[in-house]
C-alpha cells in the first residue's frame, strides 16, 4: 500500500491510497465514520423549582421554551475538544466507571432570561482548554423570569453507541480516474463539440477542430466524464478508472485533528483484523 498526503488542514485532510481495492478502502472509511471515539456530553442534571438571583432579588423560573430532553440533545451535539491520551472511556478507566478526570469532565451552565443561551455559556469545570469549540451555537432562547442552571457530563464514546460522538463527517472515496482523448475515423468536429458542451464546466475544451482536457491535475474529476463519454458512440472520450487507486477525503468536527482521527481509526482497524486472524486460527 502507498499512502500519498494531498490537503490537511486544521478539519479536512485529503490522501492517496495506492495498492487498495475498493473493499479495504471502505473499511477505512467505516472505521473513520464509527470507531473513533472523542467526548461528548451525556448526561444533563437541570436544577428544578425556583432560581433566585442574589444580587437583585428576583426569583427565577426553572424552565425554557423547550423541553429539558430537547435541550440536553442539544449540549450533546457540541464539539469537545478530546485528547485520547488523557481520557478514556469509563469501563476501561481505573476508576471502573464511578468517573474520574480521566474518564469525563464537568460542565456548568447558569443563565437567566431574557437572553439566548449559547454554547459558549457552557463553561467546564477545571481545565478551561475543554471549552466547546463552537462558542456561538446557540441553544436555548430563555424568556423574562426563566433560567436556565445545570450541570453536564461528558464522557467518550464513539458513533456506534451514538451520532454524538461522531467525530468524522463527510467521507468521499474515489478511484483515481484519468482522461484520454482519441482520434477516431468517422467522429466528426460536430460530435467533438457536442462533448464539450455537454461536460460539466471547466472540464473540455473545443478549439481548432480538437477536443482536449481541461480540468487540471485533480484527480477526482475526470469521473465527472463518466456520463459525457457515452454520448459518442466512436470512443473518442474515454474515462480509465483505477480500481486500486483511491482518493480519501474526510472533515472532523474539531474534537480531533483528522492526523488522530485517521491514525486512530487505522490502529482500531488493525486490532480488530488481528483478533479476527486469532480466532480464525484457533478454530481446531
Known amino acids: 500500500m502507498e499512502l500519498k498526503l494531498l490537503e490537511l488542514g486544521p478539519r479536512?485532510?485529503?490522501l492517496e491510497l495506492g495498492g487498495v481495492s475498493a473493499a479495504q478502502s471502505n473499511a477505512i472509511r467505516r472505521a473513520l465514520l464509527a470507531d473513533v471515539p472523542k467526548l461528548a456530553i451525556d448526561d444533563v442534571e437541570f436544577h428544578l423549582g425556583p432560581i433566585r438571583d442574589e444580587s437583585t432579588g428576583k426569583d427565577y423560573d426553572s424552565s425554557?421554551?423547550?423541553?429539558?430532553?430537547?435541550?440536553?440533545?442539544?449540549?450533546?451535539?457540541?464539539?469537545?475538544?478530546?485528547?485520547?491520551?488523557?481520557?478514556?472511556?469509563?469501563?476501561?478507566?481505573?476508576?471502573?466507571?464511578?468517573?474520574?478526570?480521566?474518564?469525563?469532565?464537568?460542565?456548568?451552565?447558569?443563565?437567566?432570561?431574557?437572553?439566548?443561551?449559547?454554547?459558549r455559556d457552557l463553561v467546564p469545570l477545571g481545565d478551561a482548554e475543554l471549552a466547546i469549540l463552537e462558542p456561538e451555537v446557540p441553544i436555548v432562547r430563555l424568556g423574562a423570569r426563566q433560567a436556565l442552571l445545570a450541570y453536564a457530563t461528558a464522557v467518550v464514546g464513539n458513533a456506534r453507541d451514538h451520532a454524538k460522538w461522531q467525530v468524522v463527517h463527510a467521507v468521499s472515496i474515489q478511484p483515481r480516474a484519468t482522461v484520454k482523448i482519441h482520434k477516431r475515423s468517422g467522429c466528426s468536429a460536430a460530435c467533438l463539440k457536442r462533448l464539450a458542451e455537454a461536460a460539466p464546466e471547466g472540464l473540455l475544451e473545443f478549439a481548432n477542430d480538437r477536443l482536449s482536457y481541461t480540468g487540471g491535475d485533480d484527480a477526482s474529476r475526470p469521473l465527472l466524464l463518466l456520463g459525457t463519454q457515452k454520448l459518442c458512440e466512436h470512443g473518442s472520450l474515454e474515462v480509465v478508472v483505477d480500481d486500486a487507486d483511491h482518493l480519501v477525503t474526510f472533515e472532523t468536527?474539531?474534537?480531533?485533528?483528522?492526523?488522530?482521527?485517521?491514525?486512530?481509526?487505522?490502529?482500531?482497524?488493525?486490532?480488530?483484523?488481528?483478533?479476527?486472524r486469532e480466532a480464525v486460527q484457533a478454530i481446531p
Open 12 to 14: 479536512r485532510l485529503a
Open 64 to 119: 425554557t421554551s423547550m423541553f429539558d430532553e430537547a435541550v440536553a440533545l442539544r449540549l450533546g451535539l457540541l464539539p469537545i475538544p478530546t485528547d485520547l491520551g488523557q481520557f478514556r472511556r469509563r469501563s476501561e478507566c481505573s476508576c471502573k466507571g464511578e468517573g474520574c478526570a480521566h474518564c469525563q469532565v464537568m460542565y456548568s451552565i447558569d443563565k437567566k432570561g431574557p437572553c439566548t443561551v449559547y454554547a
Open 253 to 276: 468536527d474539531g474534537s480531533l485533528s483528522p492526523r488522530d482521527a485517521l491514525r486512530y481509526a487505522l490502529k482500531n482497524l488493525k486490532g480488530r483484523f488481528e483478533e479476527l
